[in-house]
Structures are given as C-alpha cells and as structure tokens.
C-alpha cells in the first residue's frame, strides 16, 4: 500500500526512538551513574545543534530531502553516501530488535 509523508516520518522517527529507549539502561548502567548523564547531554546538545544546520541548509536549498541537501553541498557522492548511511542505520535498528527480542 502506499503510506503518506506523516506516516512515513513517524515511521523512522519509531525506529529511531524505539532502539534509543530499548538500549539506554543498559549502557547506563555500564557507562556508570556519572558518565552516562554527562555523556547524554553532550549527545543531545551535539544533536541539537547538527538538527539546526540541516533546518538551515534545507531552507537555503529549499528541499527537505536529506539526499537533496548532500547533492547540493558535495555532488552525486554525497546524495549516495546519505541513501547508503540511512540504509545501513534501518538495517541496524531492525538488526539490534531481533538480537533484543531473540
């Protein structure tokens, strides 16, 4: 069937969620009481700021398309390198759940 934009976004977003809430106890627990809250928001602020570069980009582009954006900055190589390393990073979530759930 065919899915719209909404659902294809909360889609990815389930995904990439999902794996975050399945794993975070336990590399807390493993990275301790005091690493892993600083290391968490030092990622989250890392985030944060790459999230406003995109939204920058994507406005001067004028295209959401993270394929686009990388087309645009670097060429042919760069829209390739964002279609492999969102496939790769799909196939890892689904990867991570069967090891989970297994």
Known sequence: GHSGRVATILAI???????????????VAK?????????LVVIAMFNAFCIRL???????????????????AVGCGGKLA????????????NIAFMIFVA
Do not use: D, M, N
């Open 13 to 27: 977003a389930k995904s990439f969620v999902g794996s975050g809430i399945t794993f975070l106890p336990g590399a």
């Open 31 to 39: 990275g301790g009481w005091l690493f892993a809250p600083i290391a």
């Open 54 to 72: 995109l939204l920058r980009c994507s406005a001067h582009v004028g295209s959401p398309s993270f394929a686009e954006i990388a087309y645009r």
């Open 82 to 93: 964002v279609q492999i390393s969102l496939v790769v990073s799909q196939f890892g979530t």
